[in-house]
């Protein structure tokens, strides 16, 4: 049951995650529902990624309380990599 709750939990983070992000990138972003969250996600590993550089240890975050913040941070670059990979291959 604990693993239901936290796969729910990381669903709903990736969709605030993503959807705050996607709100603050200026432009339109052409995702649906699905790729809102898995983008939420992927920001969220990004900004662990981030953390782990800077901080030296996966183990000791950046600043407490820096999750939601590195998470929207890595969710805008990863907004920023896919517009531009799409504009590239003329995606629109």
Same mark, same amino acid.
């Given at each position: 049951?604990?693993?239901?709750?936290?796969?729910?939990?990381?669903? &709903?983070?990736? &969709?605030?995650?993503?959807?705050? %992000?996607?709100?603050?990138?200026?432009?339109? =972003?052409?995702?649906?529902?699905?790729?809102?969250? %898995? &983008?939420?996600? %992927?920001?969220?590993?990004?900004? !662990?990624?981030?953390?782990?550089?800077?901080? /030296?240890?996966?183990?000791?975050?950046?600043?407490?309380?820096?999750? @939601?913040?590195?998470?929207?941070? !890595?969710?805008?670059?990863?907004? @920023?990599?896919?517009? %531009?990979?799409? =504009?590239?291959? /003329?995606?629109?």
């Amino acid at each position: 049951m604990d693993t239901i709750v936290a796969i729910f939990v990381w669903i &709903l983070f990736g &969709l605030i995650v993503g959807a705050i %992000a996607r709100a603050v990138y200026p432009g339109r =972003q052409p995702m649906g529902f699905g790729s809102t969250i %898995a &983008l939420g996600i %992927a920001g969220s590993l990004v900004g !662990g990624a981030i953390s782990w550089a800077v901080s /030296g240890a996966p183990n000791r975050p950046l600043l407490e309380g820096s999750g @939601w913040i590195l998470s929207i941070l !890595g969710a805008l670059i990863v907004v @920023w990599v896919v517009t %531009a990979m799409n =504009q590239r291959s /003329g995606v629109k």
